[in-house]
C-alpha cells in the first residue's frame, strides 16, 4: 500500500510540474506578444507625437534656417545665437508687464482695474512674434514685429492684436 501511495504521489507530481511548466511557458509567450503589441503601439504613437510637434513648431525660429542665417549675415562682426536670442526678446517683451497701466505692446487701453499683461510669447522669426495676452477677464493675441538694434537693445512694433469676446 505504502508503494502505491508513492508511485501515486510521484506521478501526480510528476504530473504537476509538467502542467505548471506548460502554463508558464505559455504564459510568458503570451506576456511577450502582449508587450510587444503595446511597445508597437506606443511606437506609433510616440511618433505620430513627433510629427505633430514638428507640425507645430513649424513656424519657429528654432526650426527656421533662413531666419537664423539674417542674424549671421547681417551682423558680419555681430553674431547672435538664436538660443540667446529667443529668451532675451522673451524677457524683454515681459519686463513692459511692469508698466502700471499695462504691457504697451498688447494693443489694449486698460478697461477696468486689472491691466493688459503679455501671458505667452513664440518667436515667428527673425522679425516677427506672436503673443497671448489678458486682463484676467479677456483675452487676445498680438502679433509683433521686433528689431535688434545696433546697441543690442530690441524694439517693438504692433502688427495686428486681437481681443476675442467674453
Known sequence: MQKSFLLYATIISVLLSVFTYMFYSKELTFTKTQNNKYIKRYQDSLST???????ANYFSLERNDN?????????????????????????KLLDFNQDPKGNPYTGQDQFGAQ???INKVKVINHRWIIADYSDGQYWGEVLLKYFVNEDESISFEIIQSVLYQK
Open 49 to 55: 507625437l513627433k510629427s505633430q510637434l514638428a507640425d
Open 67 to 91: 531666419a537664423q542665417n539674417y542674424f549671421e549675415a547681417t551682423q558680419q562682426d555681430k553674431f547672435i545665437a538664436y538660443e540667446k536670442l529667443i529668451p532675451f526678446v522673451t524677457e
Open 115 to 117: 491691466k493688459f499683461i
